[in-house]
């Protein structure tokens, strides 16, 4: 539909038309912000927690399961130097071998969801797949966001369901 | 030799939010093409919309000529 668009603006005298390709789900999906009646909704970019804790693929478990505690958590993110989500350690590989690589020991390719997803889309999902542990959310191109446990995306939607949560 | 955009046949297209960005700053202004429904739910910051059906002359005299006009809708669509 864009496409026409620009040509149509061009056939009305318009020097310079650009047709921004990938449109507003891209948008969405790389966490930028939006207007309208769905400012209204919580979208998971909005609430998760991006200060999980993370670490490299050369990395010791030892260490990095040191400022997993030190962080009061029980999951790290495995990212590349651009943040791309690799893998996830979860307690037990933090527990094991303080020697092994992050990489040695990783779960790869773990789930992830797009910002764009709504609360009760992401709550829907952990119930009917008895997810009780962190979901990861990352952009369209797989760079990290942050995290949501079931606990909190429970607690949040019973709060805005409450009617105590922001306008 | 002319420069590439001597002998540019089509709009321009570009393909990352990072691009987006930097046209609005440069003064670009932002068009939603879709209809008002689907607009008035959500779009993004600082668009207006102007639906492809009803894009012309007349609706089109509210950009300005001498800005860049930077279109979108929901995908590849």
Excluded at chain 1, 126 to 140: E, F, P, Y
Excluded at chain 2, 12 to 18: G, P
Excluded at chain 2, 28 to 52: R, T
Aim: proline share 5%; net charge negative; charged share 25%.
């Amino acid at each position: 539909m864009s496409p026409r668009a620009a040509s149509r603006l061009e056939t009305l005298g318009f020097k310079r038309v650009i047709d921004y390709v990938p449109g507003k789900q891209a948008w969405y999906e790389e966490n930028e912000p939006r207007e309208g009646k769905a400012v209204d909704e919580i979208w998971i970019g909005d609430v998760a927690d991006a200060e999980v804790p993370t670490c490299g693929l050369t990395e010791r478990i030892g260490a990095v399961r040191a400022r997993v505690h030190a962080a009061d958590s029980e999951t790290c993110v495995v990212v590349s130097s651009e943040r791309v989500v690799l893998g996830l350690l979860r307690k037990s590989e933090l527990d094991g071998d303080p020697q092994a690589t992050a990489e040695a020991v990783m779960r790869p390719g773990p789930k992830t969801f797009r910002p764009s997803v709504t609360l009760q889309e992401l709550l829907k999902s952990m119930r009917d797949n008895n997810i009780q542990t962190n979901s990861l959310v990352t952009t369209l191109e797989g760079r990290l966001v942050g995290v949501i446990s079931r606990a909190d995306a429970e607690a949040t939607l019973a709060h805005e369901q409450s009617g105590e949560g922001s306008p | 030799m002319g420069s590439l955009s001597t002998f540019r046949l089509m709009p321009s297209q570009i393909f990352s939010a990072t691009e987006v960005k930097r046209l609005l700053e440069e003064g670009a202004q932002l068009v939603d093409v879709l209809g008002q429904d689907e607009f008035e739910h959500d779009h993004m910051p600082g668009a207006i919309n102007i639906p492809l059906k009803q894009l012309d002359e007349r609706t089109a005299g509210q950009l300005d000529r001498t800005r860049p006009v930077l279109v979108y809708c929901n995908d590849f669509g």
